[in-house]
């Protein structure tokens, strides 16, 4: 009966830790995806103010 029981507990937790590294997983990828796209975000933003201020600069020349 006992092994019955290591067994069971054995199965579960496996299925829990599994469950828990997906979870743990899916996070992390995600996390990872928003600060790439606002990094990204920021760069665009910086692209159009450098834009800004060379043509701002050719037209005082």
């Known amino acids: 009966m006992s092994h019955l029981r ?5 199965i579960g937790f496996v299925i829990a830790s599994l469950t828990a590294l997906m979870i743990w ?3 992390k990828s995600t996390s ?4 790439a796209l606002d990094l990204l975000d920021r760069y665009a ?3 159009a103010r450098l ?4 043509a701002h600069n050719k ?3």
């Open 25 to 27: 997983y899916y996070q």
């Open 6 to 10: 290591r067994s069971t507990f054995i």
């Open 59 to 61: 037209t005082k020349s």
């Open 32 to 35: 990872v995806e928003e600060g």
């Open 45 to 47: 933003q910086a692209q």
């Open 51 to 54: 834009g800004e201020l060379e």
